[in-house]
């Protein structure tokens, strides 16, 4: 069911997948003066989303990684402030740290599982504006078949259509947030913090209506 949103009270669940990414559309609701009170689907440009972290390797300095397979999409109306069918996936096994090696040990049962869980998905769940731009947006994170909350910090950079190519319009976003791989059954080198357990995610994308 869609979820009604006041002008500037309060802003839809999106992105993430990561995240991540439809919990980023949550951002879009807490800006005025949006025209066309009509809902559209928009979905996930994978030409222009990047879901990134990084994690602490023995406490000297962090890894950083990217997913490079992300899909999502999700419903949302400008003018009147609703949201519904918030839906990311990414593909585990596209994880990559630019290292083989490291890259096909994350991909195995100590972290990823990628053979048993091939899907890292979200779902948004509720948010909340901070700001004209900015918001809190809430969802279900699953990861190797473990779901947890997560809070996803939002801003909307913009929307519109674009000056070149077939003009489409589209939404671009950014999110923030952390977890604790620990709470998804990562608990390999926990001891002596040899991999740290905290693991901060960034999203950027774009999403283009669907017209």
């Known amino acids: 069911m869609p979820t009604h949103i006041p002008a500037m009270t309060r802003i839809p669940a999106c992105l993430g997948r990561v995240a991540a990414v439809p919990l980023l559309a949550a951002a879009l609701c807490l800006t005025p003066g949006l025209v066309r009170a009509e809902p559209y689907e928009y979905v996930i440009d994978p030409e222009h989303t990047a879901v990134a972290f990084s994690v602490r390797h023995l406490g000297f300095a962090d890894v950083l990684g990217r997913f490079l397979e992300v899909a999502g999409s999700f419903t949302f109306d400008e003018e009147a402030r609703t949201l519904s ?31 048993e869980h091939p899907e890292i998905r979200f779902t948004g769940t509720g948010a909340e504006p901070t700001g004209e731009r900015t918001g809190k947006v809430f ?8 779901t947890q909350p997560v809070v996803l910090d939002v801003t909307w950079n913009r929307s519109g259509r674009y000056p070149f190519g077939d003009k489409h319009y589209a939404i671009g976003i950014s999110a923030r947030t952390s977890i604790k791989r ?8 926990l001891e002596g913090d040899m991999v ?3 693991v901060d995610i960034v999203l950027e994308f774009e999403a283009i209506r669907q017209e």
């Open 182 to 189: 620990s709470d998804f059954g990562m608990t390999y080198a």
């Open 196 to 198: 740290g357990d905290e």
């Open 139 to 146: 969802g279900d994170l699953t990861i190797r078949g473990v």
């Open 85 to 115: 069918d918030v839906t990311a996936e990414i593909q585990a096994a596209s994880v990559t740290s630019d290292h083989a090696a490291r890259d096909d040990h994350l991909r195995k049962k100590d972290f990823l599982w990628v053979g």
